[in-house]
T-cell receptor, first 113, second 112 residues
């Protein structure tokens, strides 16, 4: 399978705990995006990487959220001190850059108890 | 506020009919438009992209773009029960990087 992969697929955690998600983009896609989706809504942009550089970050992203893309390959999204409002599907997408077509991974569903 | 608007539905059509899904966007300078299909509990799947005014056809799907009216639509011909899903309209707005702004989606139900 050469699509975008995400790990884990599901995560249940208690409020206040830290969680980290991983995304592996399609090979040779230099652009990587994180989105968050809640029930009944479309995906909401969180952050964008071009290679290893984080070029844009949503103002909605509190300082509890941090993302990295070392070496311009896989990316991690960490949420510190989770809150119940963080419960959502976290989606990663990658793009080759020419036309901005973004391809999504299967997502990580986070439940904060 | 950059917005993408879709009718939430559900849009119910009989099998074999044409389903018409509509989307409006707020930024006149937008250049890239996408339609994604999302089955319940799954992630969005890209089905169409369109960049210039007019129609773009791919199999049973036709995307239509009218930049003057800030309107993009998706037609699904010969609708099948397997087309039942939520269809998300996404727009790359001008003036930023490459993030997509999504509408909330239209739920399509194709009944036999």
């Amino acid at each position: 399978d050469t699509g975008v992969s995400q790990d884990p697929r599901h995560k249940i955690t208690k409020r206040g705990q830290n969680v980290t998600f991983r995304c592996d983009p399609i090979s040779e896609h230099n652009r990587l995006y994180w989105y968050r989706q809640t029930l009944g809504q479309g995906p909401e942009f969180l952050t964008y990487f071009q290679n290893e550089a984080q070029l844009e970050k949503s103002r909605l992203l509190s300082d509890r959220f941090s993302a990295e893309r070392p070496k311009g390959s896989f990316s991690t999204l960490e949420i510190q001190r989770t809150e119940q409002g963080d419960s959502a599907m976290y989606l990663c997408a990658s793009s080759p850059g020419q036309n901005n077509e973004q391809f999504f991974g299967p997502g990580t569903r986070l439940t904060v108890l | 506020q950059k917005e993408v608007e879709q009718n939430s539905g559900p849009l119910s059509v009989p099998e074999g009919a044409i389903a018409s899904l509509n989307c409006t966007y707020s930024d006149r300078g937008s250049q890239s438009f996408f339609w994604y299909r999302q089955y319940s509990g799954k992630s969005p799947e890209l089905i169409m992209s369109i960049y210039s005014n007019g129609d773009k056809e791919d199999g049973r799907f036709t995307a239509q773009l009218n930049k003057a009216s800030q309107y993009v639509s998706l037609l699904i011909r010969d609708s099948q029960p397997s087309d039942s899903a939520t269809y998300l309209c996404a727009v790359r707005f001008s003036g930023g990087y490459n993030k997509l702004i999504f509408g909330a989606g239209t739920r399509l139900a194709v009944h036999p």
